[in-house]
C-alpha cells in the first residue's frame, strides 16, 4: 500500500533532531497489522538521543520564542495546509501501521490538521492582563509566558492527531518540543514531521524520537530526568502515566495527561432508540473500539432494554471486517495480538458469568475480532472495571436514574461518557451529576478541535483543544510597577 503514495518522500524512517535526519545505530521494524506485512525498519534511538534532541529543542527556544505571535502563526498556518493538501498520503501511511480503514484514517488527518489551524489562531490570542492596582503608585500586570521545553509521548491510536493536539499549542505559544511517537505508527508521525520542516518550523524547534518499546522507556526516563524539559504532554495508559508522573517529581514538572477512560455509554427509556443504537455504535466501534473515549458499558434501562438489544445486536452484525483498505470496510485489525487477548479475556469472563452473546464473539484470523455485544453484562464482571480497548459492548440492565449514576460514577476513571434522554431535566441532572471531563447527550461522538478535551479522576490531568488547550504551555507572570 505504501508503493501507491502520491509524494513517496513523505516516507521518513529515520528520526529527526534539530532538523537533521538521524538514523541511529539500529533499527524496529514497523508492520502492518492487517497483513502482518514488513512495512519500514525505523531508527532506534536511545536516551543520549533523547539528551541531544532536548539540547536541540533548548537551543532554538529563543528565537522561536522571540518570534511574534503572528510569525509563529503564519508557520503553524502553513503546516496545515500542508497536513490537509497530503491527506490522502498521510491516509494511506496511517492504515498501513494502524490498520484504521483508509476514510477512518483520512478522517483523523484532517481532525489532526485542525488542531494546528486551531493553535495557529489561537497564537494570536495569548493575551495577559491588567489587574486594579492596591496602590496608586503602581500598576500591576498578568503576562503569559511560554513555559520552555516541552515533551511530547504518544499513543498508535491515534498516529497524528495526538501529536498535534500537543505540539500545536505548545508551538503556538511559543514553547519548543521534543516528541516520542508511539512505537507501532512512527510513520505517520515523521511524515508530520517533514511537512512541518516544509511548513519552515526552524532546526530544533520540533524534534522526534523515535524508539522501539524497550528504548521508549529509557527515552521516557532521560526527558523525566532532564531539567531543561518543563513539561511533559502524555497520551496513553493510566499505567504509563503514574510511572512519568513519578519519574517527573524529582524535577517537578508541569503535566497534561490523556489516560485510559471507562466511558459509560446511558440509554434512559425515554431516549429515542433508534438514535441510541446509531450513537453507541459509532461510539463502541469508532477505530475497532480503541480509542480512550469508546463507551465501554452500556447501561440501558429495563423499560428499553430488550428493544436496544435486538436493534443494537442486528446493527452490529452489519459491521464489515477487514483490512482497512478494501472499500466498505469499517472495522479493521485490532493493534498487536495482546489487544485481542485483552477482549477474549473479557469476552470469556463475561460469558462465564452469565452474559448473553447477541452477536461475534469470536477471533477471526489475523489480528481481527468479530465485532460484539454480550447482553444480561454484570458488575461483577472484568468489562465493568477495565477498559476493554477493543470492539466488545456488554449492556448492562438498570431500573432507576439513580442506580444508573451510581453504576457510571463506580470506576477511579472520569474521561468520556454518554447518556440518551429526551426529558430536559434529566438532561440536566444525569449531566451534572456524571463524574467526568466530558459527557455527551445524545450524541455518541463529541471530539473536536475547539472543544476542551480531558478527564477527571485517574483519567488524567489538563486539557487539549479550545482555548484552554494552550494554558498548559504557558507560565503566569505577575508583574508589579512602582514608582508611577
Ligand atoms: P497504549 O496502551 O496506548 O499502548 P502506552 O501507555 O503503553 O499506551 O503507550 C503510549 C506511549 O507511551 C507510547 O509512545 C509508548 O512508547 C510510551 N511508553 C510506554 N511505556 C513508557 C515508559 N515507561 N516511559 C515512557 N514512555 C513509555
Known amino acids: 500500500p505504501l508503493s501507491l503514495l502520491k509524494d513517496p518522500s513523505l516516507l521518513k524512517t529515520d528520526a529527526l533532531i534539530n532538523g537533521q535526519w538521524v538514523a541511529g545505530s539500529s533499527r524496529f521494524v514497523v508492520t502492518d497489522p492487517a497483513t502482518g506485512a514488513h512495512l519500514a525498519d525505523v531508527a532506534n534511538l536511545g536516551a543520549a538521543d533523547a539528551e541531544a534532541a532536548i539540547n536541540a529543542a533548548n537551543a532554538a527556544w529563543p528565537a522561536w520564542r522571540n518570534k511574534t505571535a503572528k510569525e509563529r502563526s503564519i508557520i503553524l498556518r502553513k503546516w496545515f495546509d500542508l497536513i490537509m493538501a497530503n491527506q490522502d498520503d498521510l491516509g494511506r501511511i496511517m492504515t498501513a501501521e494502524q490498520g484504521k480503514p483508509l476514510a477512518e484514517a483520512k478522517g483523523e488527518v484532517a481532525y489532526g490538521a485542525s488542531f494546528v489551524e486551531w493553535f495557529a489562531e489561537e497564537a494570536k490570542r495569548v493575551n495577559g492582563e491588567t489587574l486594579p492596582q492596591f496602590d496608586n503608585n503602581r500598576r500591576l500586570l498578568v503576562l503569559r509566558q511560554p513555559i520552555g521545553v516541552c515533551a511530547a509521548i504518544t499513543p498508535w491510536n491515534f498516529p497524528i492527531a495526538m501529536i498535534t493536539r500537543k505540539v ?17 505508527t512512527p510513520l505517520t508521525a515523521l511524515a508530520a514531521a517533514e511537512l512541518a520542516i516544509r511548513a519552515g518550523i526552524p532546526a530544533g524547534v520540533l524534534n522526534m524520537v523515535t524508539a522501539d518499546a524497550d528504548n521508549s522507556i529509557a527515552v521516557g526516563k532521560a526527558i523525566c530526568a532532564s531539567d531543561i524539559v518543563r513539561h511533559i504532554s502524555f497520551t496513553g495508559s493510566t499505567e504509563v502515566g503514574r510511572i512519568l508522573m513519578a519519574q517527573s517529581a524529582p524535577t517537578v514538572k508541569k503535566m497534561s495527561l490523556e489516560l485510559g477512560g471507562n466511558a459509560p455509554f446511558i440509554v434512559f427509556d425515554d431516549a429515542d432508540i433508534d438514535s441510541a443504537v446509531e450513537g453507541a455504535f459509532a461510539s463502541k466501534y469508532r477505530n475497532a473500539g480503541q480509542t480512550c473515549v469508546c463507551s465501554n458499558r452500556l447501561y440501558v434501562q429495563a423499560g428499553v432494554y430488550d428493544e436496544f438489544v435486538a436493534k443494537f445486536a442486528a446493527k452490529v452484525k452489519t459491521a464489515k471486517v477487514g483490512n482497512g483498505f478494501d472499500d466498505g470496510v469499517n472495522q479493521g485489525p485490532l493493534i498487536e495480538e495482546a489487544a485481542l487477548q485483552k477482549v477474549q479475556r473479557h469476552v470469556d469472563d463475561a460469558v462465564a458469568k452469565g452474559g448473553r452473546v447477541v452477536a461475534g464473539g469470536k477471533r477471526l484470523p489475523g489480528l ?39 453504576a457510571a460514577n463506580n470506576t477511579e476513571f472520569g474521561l468520556a461518557s454518554y447518556f440518551y434522554s429526551r426529558d430536559v431535566g434529566r438532561i440536566w441532572r444525569v449531566s451534572e451529576a456524571l463524574e467526568y471531563g466530558m459527557v455527551g447527550v445524545n450524541v455518541g461522538i463529541l471530539a473536536t478541535e475547539h472543544v476542551p478535551f480531558g478527564g477527571v479522576k485517574q483519567s488524567g490531568l489538563g486539557r487539549e483543544g479550545s482555548h484552554h488547550g494552550i494554558d498548559d504551555y504557558v507560565e503566569i507572570k505577575y508583574v508589579c510597577v512602582g514608582d508611577i
Do not use: H
Open 168 to 184: 500545536a499549542p505548545a508551538l503556538a505559544a511559543g514553547c519548543t518540543v521534543v516528541i516520542k511517537p508511539a512505537e507501532l
Open 368 to 406: 481481527f475480532y468479530e465485532p460484539t455485544v454480550v447482553a444480561d453484562a454484570s458488575a461483577d464482571m472484568l468489562c465493568a472495571r477495565e477498559e476493554t480497548f477493543g470492539p466488545f459492548a456488554p449492556v448492562f440492565k438498570f431500573e432507576t436514574e439513580a442506580e444508573a449514576i451510581f
